[in-house]
Nanobody
Framework: VQLQAFGGGLVQAGGFLRLSCAAS????????MAWFRQAPGKEREFVGG????????SYADSVKGRFTVSRENAKNMVYLQMNSLKPEDTAVYYC????????????????WGQGTQVTVSS
């Protein structure tokens, strides 16, 4: 399984970015997909996730109403639309996959991408 995340960059506070993740080596529509992030000096944390069916999404409280996870099963792609970005959103963002139910814990996801840096300036 390979997960390739891209789309990170530098953006001003209040701006937006869209992260993309290309998945290969798996039956994509059978996997739950999610995003985690890790800020400097902090633990890695769950951002948002979507079950294989696309019907159920969940988000961390810190991003609810600002971030949206979506997926295109036909293209083996998952996205993270990030609006109203804040400096505290600065982190490396990771695309992850699981053949099980999505959840908040890192150990629920056996497959991780390499991460993409998002920097929000104030």
């Amino acid at each position: 399984v390979q997960l390739q995340a891209f789309g990170g960059g530098l953006v001003q506070a209040g701006g937006f970015l869209r992260l993309s993740c290309a998945a290969s080596g798996l039956v994509f529509n059978r996997y739950g997909m999610a995003w985690f992030r890790q800020a400097p000096g902090k633990e890695r944390e769950f951002v948002g996730g979507m079950r294989w069916s696309g019907g159920v999404t969940s988000y961390a409280d810190s991003v609810k109403g600002r971030f949206t996870v979506s997926r295109e099963n036909a293209k083996n792609m998952v996205y993270l639309q990030m609006n109203s970005l804040k400096p505290e959103d600065t982190a490396v963002y990771y695309c992850v996959a699981t053949p099980y139910n999505t959840g908040y814990r890192m150990e629920q996801y056996p497959y991780w991408g390499q991460g993409t840096q998002v920097t929000v300036s104030s």
